[in-house]
């Protein structure tokens, strides 16, 4: 009998074990900059306030921005997939198929200008593009104003926020104030590097950290930094001949032609289908891209060259990317419709 009380016992201890409740998940709060990130910049008519923020997330997810109100931002910047989507090209009005991929939205406020050719220099203005595309929401801003102001709640919102109703400045400083709080630096990376946590990130992981940090790859010549982007705009030898003329579209400068702004790499695992049309779809067809030295091309970057990657040295580059999702960025809830 004693023995059956002893064996009854150890099963009991390890059956609690085994039921213990997993540790709460620490959600960044809302404007929290990540150790290691510098702070944010906010233009001087449009600092933060909670009101502005509410009333920005308000209208992100509202197809009242579209002229047949079929779609909003949300439909193209999905939360879970770090604000981007997992199709080519995103459907705008009219189920017309937009133009280039949709790229995240996390940390959109650290971008020096935007769109893939760096037409748009601030956040503020970048809502008109979308707003104007014919392959989006093909509206106007005027039109969408004069909407939002026969809404009892989105002029209660806007006087609350900006002490005025809901006119363009409104509209456009909202979106851009919720959009700079799209912050993400809580994957595992940044638990390993600037909270230092050494057993964050595997040991594959780390090999891959080291070979994409060296010469042999030249990863981080482009894609360094915090935000893993240098803002530049490349060509990396994805086509001989593109469809879409890149920077060129902006300057007509032939110097520019098939250059594309270099996009940052956090998330990059769930942020799927690659490049500016999408025409990639995993990251290990993205690393072999790189492996073979890309197409040939008058603009290609002189840092993309044959690599000569072995199976596992491409396995550990990939593992290392998968560092970079910041489960605590998709899953918050403040960010959710």
Not at 79 to 97: C, H, M, N, Q, Y
Not at 243 to 249: A, C, I, Q, T
Not at 265 to 283: C, E, F, K, V
Request: aromatic residues 12%; contains cysteine.
């Amino acid at each position: 009998m004693p023995r059956l009380w002893f064996i009854g016992l150890i099963f009991l201890v390890f059956s609690c074990k085994k039921q213990e409740l997993p540790k709460p998940v620490h959600f960044p709060k809302l404007m929290e900059i990540p150790k290691g990130f510098p702070s944010m910049d906010f233009p001087s008519d449009n600092a933060f306030s909670k009101e502005r923020w509410e009333l920005g997330k308000m209208l992100f997810f509202d197809p009242v921005l579209s002229s047949d109100s079929s779609i909003s931002c949300s439909s193209c910047h999905l939360p879970e997939l770090a604000f981007s989507d997992r199709i080519t090209f995103s459907k705008g009005v009219k189920d017309r198929d937009g133009t280039r991929n949709s790229p995240s939205l996390a940390n959109i406020g650290y971008h020096p200008y935007f769109t893939r050719e760096g037409g748009v220099p601030t956040l503020e203005m970048q809502i008109l593009v979308p707003i104007q595309e014919h392959n989006e929401f093909d509206f106007n801003i005027v039109l969408i104003a004069e909407r939002l102001q026969a809404d009892s709640q989105y002029v209660k919102m806007a006087i609350d926020a900006y002490g005025r109703t809901p006119d363009p400045f409104v509209i456009t400083r909202a979106l851009a104030c919720f959009e700079r709080s799209l912050i993400s630096g809580n994957s595992p990376y940044d638990q390993y590097y600037y909270q230092e946590n050494a057993s964050a990130i595997s040991a594959s992981a780390k090999r891959g950290k080291q070979l994409f940090f060296s010469n042999k790859t030249n990863c981080s010549k482009c894609h360094d930094g915090f935000n893993f982007t240098n803002y530049a705009f490349e060509n990396n030898g994805l086509y001989e001949q593109y469809e879409d003329p890149g920077r060129f579209r902006l300057t007509r400068n032939p110097t520019d032609s098939a250059l594309f702004k270099v996009p940052s790499l956090r998330n990059i695992a769930i942020t799927g289908p690659y490049m500016h049309d999408g025409s990639i779809q995993t990251l290990e067809e993205v690393i072999e891209h790189y492996n073979l030295g890309g197409k040939q091309h008058l603009h290609k970057s002189d840092l993309i060259h044959p690599l000569g990657l072995t199976a596992d040295e491409k396995s550990d580059l990939i593992n290392f990317l998968k560092t970079l999702t910041d489960e605590t960025f998709i899953e918050n809830p403040i960010f959710k419709k």
